[in-house]
């Protein structure tokens, strides 16, 4: 093969099988795989012919396609799954928030003034209201709110934490990192698997401004284990002046089926314990966007507000239009709209109904198997609940793969790939059975 015959950039570009790629990232592709093979035409070894360069392209082209955000249909019955963007917004959340999102909107307009206003004072008085709070403000992240309220109360000082909560989250993000980057000092009391009230209270000193409770919503201490309830710590940082905040990290509204809420108190009655302050995710067990929700008392949410970090961990209006019509959903008691908690709550019986479904509509029926599956999302660690799944024959392995190619994500277990069903939305249910026949034939 000579420089002459490698097919040229233009010409590739405009291949029928390349008509609806992003022009200029399969460039970048083919001046490099063609780059490739220039040097080695210069060094005298074998390049690929003409044919094969454009599948190379192609490939290469496919697989940075698979990076985009895209939807696909989860199978692996963890409703929550981080990896599958966690909490799925309803349709009709969507719908009412359309307008906000793609027109102008009063993100910072007052329309009864018509002066500037600030963003956060309509989602806090529906939050605040949901939680029988006095105020509450949002950031991008749960992670970016506990940073920024121990900035914000603790920097210079110290804030007194159990060593058994110190937690690492996903993506190898430690709560002690996040902590210590606020510019407070982590005064660690007790041991790993035990911590008692005396601990807490023989800690505190003059540069004590804080006791920090950190929930422990990705891993569970059982066995010769001990630590202090909020109500405890709480009632401590009044009698000694000092701030309470409880970084929940996932919590939820109402209750949860299965018994999974048994150790697991939804947010409404932790505020009932004189927690000064409480942050935890929009888009966990609460079943909203991504954001770092912080309640409590008004006075500190203020201080909170005027802090100088928080414009560059605030939320867009695309986040904050979700965010209340997830909290006016709540409020108006429309909990059909709130996906996470009615899939983790959904029945037996209603599992089992879906599967028949799918069943009477698929080409060579598949065998309905009682299984369990975890909530996920770094909430209820260890704690296992009921589901059904259809059962795929065949190589396991195999099997995973075609249904991921078809953007079906299931899981395997005991050597059998499985469909989950408790984390399989309604809505695709028709796209579901259309691809496992598809993948039958």
């Given at each position: 093969?000579?420089?002459?015959?490698?097919?040229?950039?233009?010409?590739?570009?405009?291949?029928?099988?390349?008509?609806?790629?992003?022009?200029?990232?399969?460039?970048?592709?083919?001046?490099?795989?063609?780059?490739?093979?220039?040097?080695?035409?210069?060094?005298?070894?074998?390049?690929?012919?003409?044919?094969?360069?454009?599948?190379?392209?192609?490939?290469?082209?496919?697989?940075?396609?698979?990076?985009?955000?895209?939807?696909?249909?989860?199978?692996?019955?963890?409703?929550?799954?981080?990896?599958?963007?966690?909490?799925?917004?309803?349709?009709?959340?969507?719908?009412?928030?359309?307008?906000?999102?793609?027109?102008?909107?009063?993100?910072?307009?007052?329309?009864?003034?018509?002066?500037?206003?600030?963003?956060?004072?309509?989602?806090?008085t529906l939050l605040a209201s949901l939680f029988e709070c006095e105020d509450a403000i949002v950031v991008n992240n749960n992670a970016s709110a506990v940073f920024l309220v121990l900035n914000t109360f603790a920097k210079g000082g110290e804030t007194i934490v159990s060593r058994g909560e110190l937690v690492e989250i996903g993506g190898s993000f430690r709560v002690p990192s996040v902590m210590q980057s606020s510019g407070t000092k982590l005064c660690e009391v007790?041991?790993?698997?035990?911590?008692?009230?005396?601990?807490?209270?023989?800690?505190?000193?003059?540069?004590?401004?804080?006791?920090?409770?950190?929930?422990?919503?990705?891993?569970?201490?059982?066995?010769?284990?001990?630590?202090?309830?909020?109500?405890?710590?709480?009632?401590?940082?009044?009698?000694?002046?000092?701030?309470?905040?409880?970084?929940?990290?996932?919590?939820?509204?109402?209750?949860?089926?299965?018994?999974?809420?048994?150790?697991?108190?939804?947010?409404?009655?932790?505020?009932?314990?004189?927690?000064?302050?409480?942050?935890?995710?929009?888009?966990?067990?609460?079943?909203?966007?991504?954001?770092?929700?912080?309640?409590?008392?008004?006075?500190?949410?203020?201080?909170?507000?005027?802090?100088?970090?928080?414009?560059?961990?605030?939320?867009?209006?695309?986040?904050?239009?979700?965010?209340?019509?997830?909290?006016?959903?709540?409020?108006?008691?429309?909990?059909?709209?709130?996906?996470?908690?009615?899939?983790?709550?959904?029945?037996?019986?209603?599992?089992?109904?879906?599967?028949?479904?799918?069943?009477?509509?698929?080409?060579?029926?598949?065998?309905?198997?009682?299984?369990?599956?975890?909530?996920?999302?770094?909430?209820?660690?260890?704690?296992?609940?009921?589901?059904?799944?259809?059962?795929?024959?065949?190589?396991?392995?195999?099997?995973?793969?075609?249904?991921?190619?078809?953007?079906?994500?299931?899981?395997?277990?005991?050597?059998?790939?499985?469909?989950?069903?408790?984390?399989?939305?309604?809505?695709?249910?028709?796209?579901?059975?259309?691809?496992?026949?598809?993948?039958?034939?």
């Amino acid at each position: 093969m000579n420089y002459k015959d490698l097919p040229q950039v233009d010409k590739i570009l405009n291949l029928s099988r390349f008509k609806n790629a992003i022009k200029a990232i399969l460039s970048k592709f083919a001046r490099e795989i063609l780059s490739e093979q220039r040097e080695l035409l210069k060094a005298e070894k074998t390049c690929l012919n003409a044919d094969e360069i454009i599948e190379k392209i192609a490939h290469k082209y496919e697989k940075f396609q698979k990076q985009e955000l895209s939807k696909v249909i989860n199978a692996t019955g963890v409703v929550m799954h981080t990896n599958l963007a966690r909490s799925v917004i309803d349709e009709e959340i969507l719908a009412r928030a359309k307008d906000s999102i793609c027109a102008y909107s009063t993100l910072e307009y007052d329309l009864n003034s018509g002066k500037r206003s600030n963003r956060y004072d309509y989602v806090g008085t529906l939050l605040a209201s949901l939680f029988e709070c006095e105020d509450a403000i949002v950031v991008n992240n749960n992670a970016s709110a506990v940073f920024l309220v121990l900035n914000t109360f603790a920097k210079g000082g110290e804030t007194i934490v159990s060593r058994g909560e110190l937690v690492e989250i996903g993506g190898s993000f430690r709560v002690p990192s996040v902590m210590q980057s606020s510019g407070t000092k982590l005064c660690e009391v007790g041991t790993t698997n035990k911590t008692h009230f005396y601990d807490y209270e023989n800690a505190i000193n003059d540069d004590t401004k804080m006791l920090l409770k950190v929930h422990r919503s990705n891993f569970a201490l059982v066995g010769f284990s001990q630590s202090v309830d909020i109500q405890a710590i709480s009632d401590l940082a009044k009698k000694r002046n000092l701030i309470a905040y409880y970084d929940l990290g996932s919590g939820y509204v109402g209750e949860l089926g299965y018994n999974l809420g048994k150790d697991e108190p939804n947010i409404a009655k932790i505020m009932q314990s004189g927690v000064n302050l409480l942050s935890f995710s929009g888009d966990k067990l609460f079943g909203s966007v991504q954001a770092g929700i912080i309640l409590g008392k008004k006075e500190l949410i203020a201080k909170i507000r005027s802090n100088q970090l928080l414009r560059m961990l605030r939320v867009d209006k695309i986040t904050l239009a979700l965010l209340c019509e997830t909290a006016k959903a709540y409020l108006n008691k429309e909990f059909s709209l709130i996906t996470t908690p009615n899939l983790i709550n959904k029945s037996l019986a209603e599992l089992e109904k879906m599967a028949n479904l799918i069943n009477s509509k698929l080409n060579r029926p598949l065998r309905v198997i009682k299984t369990s599956s975890f909530v996920g999302g770094g909430s209820l660690p260890n704690k296992s609940y009921p589901s059904l799944a259809l059962k795929v024959d065949g190589n396991a392995i195999k099997n995973e793969e075609i249904f991921r190619a078809n953007r079906i994500i299931g899981r395997i277990e005991n050597d059998a790939f499985l469909l989950d069903l408790r984390s399989i939305l309604q809505g695709d249910i028709a796209e579901l059975i259309q691809k496992i026949n598809q993948i039958q034939e």
